[in-house]
């Protein structure tokens, strides 16, 4: 109960104070069913779709539009709260304010002129929104999947690639290549999923580790590259227990065969 609440907490902290506030705060409030954790612990067994066409679709974590076809407006809508970038950053950049998705081409996180964590996270998280809808923008309907099943699995650790775990302070320099080729769960053994209920949450995870705890949602897919096959894209929020830090990312996963560890396309923070 007290990781269910705390997990609760972290997405609260993120989602509350971004543009999308009555929604989100809603949706972070609910509270799983009891009982989900026994009656739902195993996977469905994969069953990769095949079609001629996969449209691309937008899932209800992405919150900030309902289909592929508003991605266009939505980069160029204004948000509530305006950023300007930190002194010194970017000089050669005439417009120091930005107002809207659009402006945030060729600027990173840390060139925003925030004061606590928190507005980091913020802000990390609405450029993380502004990546996936432009993305959507050039994505294509899919030939085929094998990622398809990921939307209904329960515990997908064994088939999320290890480079997916949050890293806090320094890494290791041989941390990656360790990770290379394994999944998540296979790199962190206590690692658990809960899926949470309600119809908004129907594409949300609840995330535990031993050290650490968080969130895990699908927010699209599509043929993001260009190869025919469906990809999905996933956001991931994961905090140290006791830890006042998140981790926040998304990540373009794909796979080009029925089984195994999907690969990471795209990694954006």
Not at 58 to 69: C, D, F, Q, R, T
């Amino acid at each position: 109960m007290h990781v269910e609440r705390r997990a609760r907490r972290v997405l609260l902290s993120l989602l509350c104070l971004t543009w999308m506030m009555p929604v989100a705060c809603k949706r972070a409030s609910e509270t799983p069913a009891e009982g989900a954790r026994g009656a739902q612990a195993d996977n469905p067994a994969p069953a990769p779709a095949q079609a001629t066409s996969l449209p691309v679709q937008v899932l209800p974590g992405l919150e900030v539009i309902s289909k592929p076809e508003e991605a266009a407006a939505a980069l160029r809508r204004e948000w509530p709260q305006t950023y300007t970038l930190m002194e010194g950053r970017l000089p050669q950049r005439k417009a120091r304010e930005l107002r809207r998705c659009t402006d945030i081409e060729g600027v990173d996180v840390n060139d925003v002129d925030v004061i606590t964590q928190q507005e980091t996270e913020v802000v990390q998280l609405q450029f993380l929104q502004c990546r996936v809808m432009k993305a959507l923008t050039t994505a294509r309907p899919s030939r085929t999947s094998h990622v398809r099943e990921l939307l209904t699995m329960k515990s997908p650790g064994e088939v999320l690639p290890a480079a997916m775990a949050p890293e806090f302070g320094e890494a290791a320099p041989d941390k990656a290549q360790e990770r290379q080729g394994k999944s998540w769960s296979a790199t962190e053994p206590e690692l658990h999923f809960e899926p949470r209920t309600g119809e908004r949450n129907a594409f949300s995870l609840e995330v535990t580790g031993r050290d650490t705890l968080g969130l895990l949602e699908w927010w699209a897919t599509g043929d993001f590259n260009g190869d025919g096959q469906e990809d999905v894209i996933a956001y991931r929020a994961m905090s140290p227990r006791g830890g006042s830090l998140t981790d926040i990312a998304a990540f373009v996963l794909t796979r080009s065969q029925p089984q195994g560890v999907l690969q990471i396309l795209e990694h954006w923070r």
